[in-house]
Every structure is written in structure tokens, then in C-alpha cells.
């Protein structure tokens, strides 16, 4: 991802985001038919990059309809559109110009971070919004001891004033097997450590559950032992970032009883690339994990 989490995040799948969006545009007068009613264990959330071209008022209106409190990955100028419509932005784009390879496990990067994320934090806060996302960096040659111990002494530099707003820094877990070559935070564990060594509540991780899938499995085992330190859940089909339904190997309803199982809170955020009409797909999502 770009730290702005804009749709060249995701740069393979971009061309299928846009024909996608192109597609839901189309068929607009169907996304806003009558959802069930949700149970209300999960927050519902959605990544807006996944929609394409989507007008951000339509594609607010149409997933209101279906029972989603968040549109997520936006930046600053997005924010007014999304809390028009009632809704939040659970996961906001970090500072413009840090993007997936280039992040905190690097010192010469420290300075321009803090900077800059000193001045995003309190924009965050004042809005009202939560979470405000963070990435590692690739490895580049640095072992992952040494990225570990860089991105936390960055990181504690921030924390005071995290807490003082209110604003929780989430490190997203991404795989480097498939989509993000040489990524560092692609692991569980390492996210965790260096969210202990850092020692604050303002400090956790996004566990996107496709990325996590491909690079270690063992998906509810690991969300019951590190469901402390996540602050924000995606979904995703594997293989392929496509739906979550049977077409895939990750049964999500399960999945999402055992994340309900550990108390949490917080969102869970649709971040698949829809294959058939979009809406059809992503309301066919929020049914699945709305246990």
C-alpha cells in the first residue's frame, strides 16, 4: 500500500478495481435494495479502493443501505463525504508520500515520519476518527532483528502524542509471498513484538486475514492468542483477493465468531476485488461475517 492507501496500493489489481467500479456504476439502482437486518457483534467496514470509479457520495449511500458503518483507506479530503452520510473512516490513510516499501524500520526515515505524522495525528483526532495506519517498509537487506529495533525506537517517538489524541498508530500485516515482495511486518509475531516493545495501546496491528492466510495460516489460533495487539481486521478471498464466499479456502463466519469470541470491538473491513457485480458481492460479504 501507499501510507496514503490510494488504489495504487495495490497496483496488479487496479485495472480490476476500475472495471469493477465501472460495473457498480451500472448497476447502482440494485445496491441500495433492502438489507437484513445485522446482528450488531460485528462493525462493518469497507475499503473504498476496491470500488473503482465509484462516485465516494453513490458508494456511501449504497453500503449504508446494507447495514456498513465505515468507509476505510481515505485520505483528509474524503472524510466530510463518508461522515455526511452517518458514517465513519475506521482505518485512515496515513501521511501522502510514505508508501508500503518505505516505512519505519529504516532510522533515516525517522525524522520525515515524526514530522509527519506529528502533524497527521491531531488532523485525525480532531475529526473524530480512530485509527491511522503505518507500515514497516520492505526489508531491503535489513534482517528482521534490526527492523524490529528500528521501527520500534521510531515509533516510541510518537506514542505521547498518540495517546494525548486519542489516535491509535495500526501497523498493517501484509504478505511478501504474493503481493508485497520483501515487505518486513509479514508475520504475525514480529508485529506483536514490536508492538510490546513499544509499549503502548496506541500502538497495534491490522491483521488482514488474507495476507496472514498466505504467509503463516493458522488464522483463529493466532487471532486468539494475538487479539490484544489487533486493532482492525480485512478480509479477502484466498487465492485472489476475490469474494469470501465458497469459492475460496477461509471460511470468514467462523472466522468472525471466533474474532466476536475475543471481545473485540473495533471493525472488520471488506477488502476483496469483486468479480461479479460489486454490490451484490460486497452485501453477500457483510451476511457472511455478520455473525
Not at 485520505?75 to 501521511?95: F, I, S
Not at 493466532?222 to 465458497?246: F, L, M, Q, W
Amino acid at each position: 500500500m501507499n501510507t496514503s492507501t490510494k488504489i495504487s496500493r495495490r497496483s496488479a489489481i487496479s485495472t480490476v478495481a476500475a472495471a469493477a467500479g465501472t460495473l457498480a456504476t451500472v448497476r447502482f439502482s440494485s445496491a441500495a435494495e433492502p438489507a437484513p437486518k445485522l446482528k450488531g457483534r460485528i462493525h462493518h467496514s469497507v475499503s473504498k479502493w476496491c470500488y473503482g470509479k465509484i462516485p465516494l457520495d453513490e458508494f456511501c449511500r449504497a453500503v449504508k443501505e446494507m447495514g456498513i458503518e465505515s468507509v476505510e483507506l481515505l485520505g483528509q479530503k474524503d472524510w466530510e463525504t463518508v461522515q455526511k452520510h452517518g458514517l465513519t473512516c475506521a482505518m485512515c490513510n496515513g501521511p501522502a508520500g510514505w508508501g508500503i516499501p518505505k516505512g519505519w524500520n529504516r532510522v533515516e526515515n525517522h525524522d520525515k515520519l515524526v514530522a509527519a505524522y506529528e502533524q497527521m495525528i491531531p488532523i485525525v483526532a480532531n475529526a473524530g476518527l480512530p485509527n491511522l495506519i503505518c507500515f514497516s517498509g520492505n526489508r531491503d537487506g535489513l534482517d528482521d532483528q534490526k527492523g524490529m529495533e528500528n521501527c520500534v525506537a521510531g515509533l516510541k517517538r510518537l506514542m505521547k502524542l498518540a495517546e494525548e489524541k486519542k489516535v491509535t498508530l495500526v501497523m498493517e500485516l501484509l504478505n511478501s509471498k504474493r503481493n508485497h515482495k520483501d515487505y518486513q511486518a509479514d508475520h504475525t509475531a514480529w508485529g506483536v513484538e514490536v508492538c510490546k516493545r513499544v509499549g503502548s495501546e496506541r500502538l497495534k496491528l491490522l491483521y488482514d486475514i488474507y495476507h496472514m492466510q498466505i504467509m503463516e495460516g493458522d488464522v483463529i489460533a493466532t487471532i486468539k492468542e494475538s487479539h490484544p495487539y489487533i486493532a482492525h481486521y480485512h478480509t479477502g478471498g484466498v487465492p485472489g483477493r476475490n469474494e469470501i464466499d465458497d469459492t475460496q479456502e477461509l471460511n470468514y463466519a467462523t472466522i468472525c465468531r471466533a474474532i466476536v469470541a475475543t471481545g473485540y470491538k473495533g471493525f472488520v473491513g471488506q477488502e476483496f476485488i469483486p468479480k461479479r457485480d460489486p454490490f451484490t458481492s460486497l452485501r453477500q460479504s457483510i451476511q457472511i461475517c455478520d455473525v
